[in-house]
């Protein structure tokens, strides 16, 4: 994927560009540490392996050249709102139930929380989000696409596929895992 | 602003499966043929082996808005761009029987087609010559008369061999799979590796994609193909009886209008209604009311299981290894349901990506995901129904108030599943799991229902009053307007399309090019 540095661009892949800290384009700082800890407690190695840093390039790629599994699930882009209205529904959510942020939960804790959202609708989870108002996805198929998403990065690349013991024979090998031209 | 282009013997919109070889037939007969694709260019060497970037072949055009109780996935079942949705299709390229063509007549049920097996037989055995096809039809032993395939069959790898004893016990037959994929070097193109990218485009062109087969040979006789060309109208004369050219927008938004003495909609079962609707007050070529009517979709039931035995999911192709077609024929003597349906086994798989293993066990998560992706590797075995969809009118695809860029209305797609549709796939999914227990697995579960293959809402019939076109894809209202494409499907049978959509438009192009000169005047 093109991330860009300074005044230049550089082909990175998402791991790479969390090591090099490459600045965000479409998340707050806030928005990646609540992304990261819940998609890591879902799928362990999602943050490391750039999870975040993946999003964020994608939220901002033209639709036609999206990678994001969200196009084939009947969602019309563009995909921001999708991430950061759960996002904020999952702050909510948690600060009802346990009177603390996010990531202040134990493992203890952010596996229960998981597996109520992973089949219904967790307490306060809204349905809108204020200023901007925006729809707020179910937590099931937030659940669900987030949990893709980490699939993605963590298992489906060349080094995954090493880590795996299975071979990749690629045709044509990405020149970084997942990387993009655009 | 509107610029006018030349004229041009026959315009065809849509790249993919039907667009590609219609072109080559017609353009190898001397006519000058230009296709319209909606999507942009895409090479063999843009084919990256990754189910990520494998996404980006995907629909890409104006949002199709879907509704009902089984949405008929638009953007999963469609490919945008050079090839279409067949650059990127699995190539499982069985027939369809003889019922098929005579559900009305047989059970008094959906439509007979105006055709039988025995009409498009021909095409197909001239198809799989030409393509070329790997399987065995001795080992089919459902398959109705046809040809040898050209191609010996695709090799059994140990997923298909630990899953084939599961139907053994029971009694079931398993054949090799039928894949117009080359077991070995066959019409130029390579044998395949086995390496199951198939769904990211296989670049080789060991697959037969339209990138691999019939669009070089229309580019060969110098088709034009125009890219990032949506077709937003077909324009008529006067009197409405006659098309007379296209008009598109270009990337730039401009709006360009080609002329041509023939017209052939190619743009899949979605689009082309669209089309048809956009084109004129109450629709083009849509005396019958039908346009956009009968959509169907094959229910996809999937199974999924681990077992002890080492399976190597990741070889193989991705549509599978091996056949079973035993609750194909007779389609009144179901378990549950009506109608017919087949096994696909041993799917090559991925770790991610919808049909990764992965996402086939979506409630784990955390310490018990890793520990099942680590065994999965290894043991994961799958196999999928491709379960019929009887047609139903309110399944259909209409325009939507919502409308593109250009003002031109969204595409709405309406799709739920006939009750015994459903429940046909039910059945497929409980004989599943029996089969995988049989078969030894230690886990077994099924997937959701999944769409698979649109067809339909174009549907091809004796009289205008009954369908939109006559078993040539030939538009009853309007003698210069075609269709080509599984859209033409009066009724689904449980096999996949694409052969048959291959076996329909050869059989079209020669229609055409005989009647050349009565078609168009
Ligand atoms: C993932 C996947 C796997 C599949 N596997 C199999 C399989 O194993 N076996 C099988 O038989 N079938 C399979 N299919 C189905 C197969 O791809 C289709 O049946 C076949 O491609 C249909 O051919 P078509 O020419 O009608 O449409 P397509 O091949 O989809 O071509 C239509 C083209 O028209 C273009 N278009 C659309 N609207 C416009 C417009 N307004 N103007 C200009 N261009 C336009 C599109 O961009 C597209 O390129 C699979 C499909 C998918 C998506
Ligand atoms: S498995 Fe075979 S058909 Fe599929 S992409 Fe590889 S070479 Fe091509």
New binding site residues.
């Given amino acids: 994927m093109a991330f860009l540095l300074g005044d230049g661009v550089i082909n990175l892949t998402p791991a790479e560009a969390k090591t090099r800290k490459i600045p965000f384009r479409s998340l707050d700082q806030k928005q990646v540490s609540t992304l990261d800890f819940l998609s890591d407690a879902i799928v362990p190695g999602a943050k490391s392996a750039g999870l975040s840093h993946f999003i964020d390039h994608q939220l901002s790629a033209p639709h036609e050249d999206n990678l994001l599994i969200l196009r084939y699930l009947r969602i019309n882009p563009p995909f921001k709102d999708f991430y950061t209205s759960a996002l904020k529904a999952f702050e909510i959510s948690v600060r009802l139930k346990y009177n603390k942020p996010p990531l202040d939960l134990s493992e203890a804790e952010i596996s229960e929380f998981i597996s109520i959202m992973r089949q219904k609708k967790p307490i306060g989870w809204p349905e809108f989000i204020e200023e901007p108002k925006q729809e707020v996805p179910p937590a099931p198929f937030f659940y669900f696409v987030l949990r893709s998403d980490a699939i993605d990065v963590t298992y489906g690349t060349v080094n995954s596929f090493d880590n795996m013991d299975i071979p990749y024979m690629a045709h044509i090998e990405p020149a970084h895992p997942w990387e993009s031209p655009s | 602003m509107t610029n006018h282009i030349d004229k041009t013997d026959v315009i065809i ?7 590609s070889l219609m072109a080559a037939k017609l353009s190898e007969a001397g006519k000058k043929v230009t296709i ?4 942009p260019e895409r090479r063999l060497e843009d084919l990256t082996s990754s189910q990520i970037h494998a996404r980006r072949l995907k629909w890409g ?1 104006d949002p199709v808005e879907e509704n009902g109780k089984q949405p008929i996935g638009n953007v ?6 050079t ?4 650059l ?6 069985p027939r369809l029987h003889g019922e098929d063509f005579k559900v009305k007549s047989l059970y008094n049920r959906a439509f007979d087609w105006p055709i039988d097996y025995d009409d498009i037989r021909p095409y197909y055995d001239r198809i799989q010559q030409e393509v070329g096809i790997s399987g065995d039809h001795t080992a089919e032993i459902w398959r109705p008369e046809g040809d040898a395939y050209p191609l010996p069959p695709v090799p059994a790898f140990q997923q298909s061999e630990v899953i084939a004893r599961g139907f053994a016990k029971l009694g079931k037959q398993t054949s090799p799979l039928p894949l117009a994929v080359n077991s070995r070097d066959y019409q130029g193109r390579p044998a395949c590796l086995w390496d199951g990218w198939c ?1 990211a485009g296989c670049p080789t062109r060991a697959l037969a994609s339209p990138l691999a087969h019939y669009l070089p040979k229309a580019i060969k006789q110098d088709v034009n193909i125009i890219h990032n ?3 937003a109208r077909i324009l008529t004369d006067k009197s409405g009886k006659k098309a007379i050219g296209v008009k ?1 927008h270009d990337k730039d938004g401009a709006e360009i209008i080609l002329m041509a003495d023939m017209v052939v909609l ?3 079962a979605i ?1 082309n209604p669209r ?1 048809l609707l956009n084109s004129a007050d109450g629709g083009l070529a849509n005396r019958s009311g039908l346009v956009g009517a009968y959509i169907m979709s094959h229910a996809a039931a999937l199974v999924y299981g681990l077992f002890d035995q080492e399976t190597a999911p990741y070889m193989g192709a991705t ?1 599978g290894q091996m056949l079973n077609q035993d609750s194909y024929d007779h389609k009144d003597q179901r378990t549950q349901g009506f109608g017919s349906f087949q096994w696909m086994i041993a799917q090559a798989v991925k770790p991610n990506d919808l049909l990764g293993y992965g996402g086939s066990n979506p409630g784990l998560y955390g310490a018990k995901l890793t520990e099942f992706m680590a065994r999965a590797a290894h043991h994961f075995g799958t196999m999928t129904a491709c379960v019929e969809d009887l047609p139903l009118p309110e399944n259909r695809v209409s325009l939507s108030s919502n409308k593109d860029r250009f003002g031109i209305p969204l595409a709405h797609a309406h799709h739920t599943s006939h009750a015994d549709s459903y429940a046909l796939w039910r059945g497929a999914k409980q004989e599943g799991i029996e089969i995988f227990k049989a078969a030894g697995a230690t886990e077994f579960w099924n997937g959701p229902l999944g769409p698979m ?1 649109i067809m339909g809402g174009t549907i091809m019939g004796d009289t205008a009053e009954n369908s939109v076109t006559n078993s040539y894809g030939q538009c009853h209202d309007i003698d210069n307007l075609f269709i ?3 859209g033409l499907f009066p009724t689904s049978g449980g096999v ?4 048959t ?1 291959h076996a329909l438009t050869l059989r079209s192009s020669e229609y055409i090019l005989n009647n050349w000169s009565g078609v168009i005047s």
């Fill in positions: 919109v849509g790249s993919g499966a039907a667009g319209l694709e909606a999507g055009g999963f079942n469609s490919g945008y761009g090839g279409g949705s067949a990127h299709h699995y190539a499982v390229w769904d060309a949506a077709a598109y190619a743009a899949y689009q089309l549509g293959h080509a494409g599984p996949n399309p694409t052969f959509v």
